[in-house]
């Protein structure tokens, strides 16, 4: 199976930074993408980052020129670099890794790491 575990959530003020770290462990032949999803309470998950095996990124509108996404493909690790946090940015991050299945792709998630931004 395959394993994820973030790292580096936490309590911050606003305008402040984070770095999350998702390391992914296991039974790894290729991967499609890694990134992250938030959720707020009340709210619906979203795609906050992701990046593909070619290295193409992909931001939500809200975190563009905020946030960057990373990868370090000899650990399997994605990072994700929050910079001028806001309060809005305070949910649950989940580390998410695509593979290839069939003819299409299967989702693994961590159990998420808490963000909270203090304004």
């Known amino acids: 199976q395959v394993q994820l575990v973030e790292s580096g959530g936490g309590l911050v003020q606003a305008g402040g930074s984070l770095r999350l770290a998702c390391a992914a462990s296991?039974?790894?032949?290729?991967?499609?993408?890694m990134g992250w999803y938030r959720q707020a309470p009340g709210k619906q998950r979203e795609l906050v980052a992701a990046i593909t095996s070619g290295s193409s990124t992909n931001y939500a509108d809200s975190v563009k020129g905020r946030f960057t996404i990373s990868r370090d493909n000899a650990k399997n690790t994605v990072y994700l670099q929050m910079n001028s946090l806001k309060p809005e940015d305070t949910a649950v991050y989940y580390c998410?890794?695509?593979?290839?299945?069939?003819?299409?792709?299967?989702?693994?998630w961590g159990q998420g790491t808490q963000v909270t931004v203090s304004s």
């Open positions: 998410n890794l695509k593979r290839p299945w069939l003819q299409s792709e299967f989702d693994y």
């Open positions: 296991g039974n790894i032949f290729k991967i499609n993408a």
